[in-house]
């Protein structure tokens, strides 16, 4: 089984940066594929980056060139960076292992006008 937690929300005005890391438990990390899911109020969840364990990414397009995925395996720990925030982003940010899937609890981000 696997655990993850996640941190680095808050609060940010737009075109402010937040990272956000996600340290999963277990000793399957390194084999997982992982991504991050947001959902913002009211909307339905979606993908915004996956990265495989060879290091691999996808981005949705509505953060591509905003948005890094990564990860250290030797810290079982990924990423997502976000640079030029907007207040579309605003959104509860999910860590997810993709084999087999577990969900983090989320971390709220919130983009200020």
């Known amino acids: 089984q696997v655990q993850l937690v996640e941190s680095g929300g808050g609060l940010v005005q737009a075109g402010g940066s937040l990272r956000l890391s996600c340290v999963a438990s277990g000793n399957s990390f390194s084999f997982a594929a992982m991504a991050w899911y947001r959902q913002a109020s009211g909307k339905q969840r979606e993908l915004v980056a996956g990265?495989?364990?060879?290091?691999?990414?996808n981005y949705a397009d509505s953060i591509k060139g905003r948005f890094t995925i990564s990860r250290d395996n030797a810290k079982n720990t990924v990423y997502l960076q976000m640079n030029n925030l907007k207040p579309e982003d605003t959104a509860v940010y999910y860590c997810v292992s993709l084999g087999p899937v577990y969900w983090g609890q989320g971390t709220q981000v919130t983009v200020s006008s």
């Open positions: 990265i495989t364990q060879s290091g691999s990414t």
